[in-house]
């Protein structure tokens, strides 16, 4: 299966984010991701479900919101609502993971887990049957444009093996200062699915950059 390309507005130009989307698309991104932050789980607030809701009425692109806050289980049917495919929340933010899980997938949308890159991957391994996608977090979450953190790589190969060996079905994104400089490595290591910020939104041409990403790590 070739990589998705999942760009994440948080880098879009706000004023013009249909064009912004737009050309993401054209340069072939399949997916659009969305940083839901709440100013306590991270250090940082974002946008709600109205952005959210915005993409999905000038776009009928897959929208992949991931949650970085706490009390998801009161939001998840608000991004159901505005138009969500999937929903990954963290397993740092939620005390019942299973429950938080199961509730996303009775909306007949697709699940996901993500994690710091601080947590251990062995905390994941019950749930990793009941989910779609595992977000592995290759930055501290929180804002945009920061450096990736290499013992990523680790995680990705550790949770590819595992999914082998337990012939489970879910896919892994990775979430951060992903970029030229590494697109096509994480992809051989398992990485099914790169989010990309400022690398693609900050590109003077997004259309250009999108497909050369999306070119490398699928080369
Ligand atoms: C980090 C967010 C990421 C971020 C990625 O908290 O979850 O999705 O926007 O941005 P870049 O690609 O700029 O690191
Ligand atoms: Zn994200």
Known sequence: MPAILAPSILAANYAHLQ????QSIKGGAQWIH???MDGHFVPNISYGPMIVDTVNKFSDVFLDVHLMIYNVDQYIPEFVKVGADL?????EAVPHIHRSVQLIKSFGIQ???????GTSLTQLEAILPDVDLVVVMSVNPGFGGQ???ESTYERVKWLDEFRKKHGLAFKI???GGVGLQNAKQLVTVGADVLVAGSSVYGAPNIELRASELLALANS
């Open 34 to 36: 969305c940083d839901i």
């Open 173 to 175: 994104e990775i979430d």
């Open 111 to 117: 699940s996901g887990v993500a994690v710091n890159p």
């Open 19 to 22: 064009q912004d989307v737009e």
């Open 147 to 149: 450096k990736f953190i």
């Open 87 to 91: 929903i990954s929340v963290h397993i």
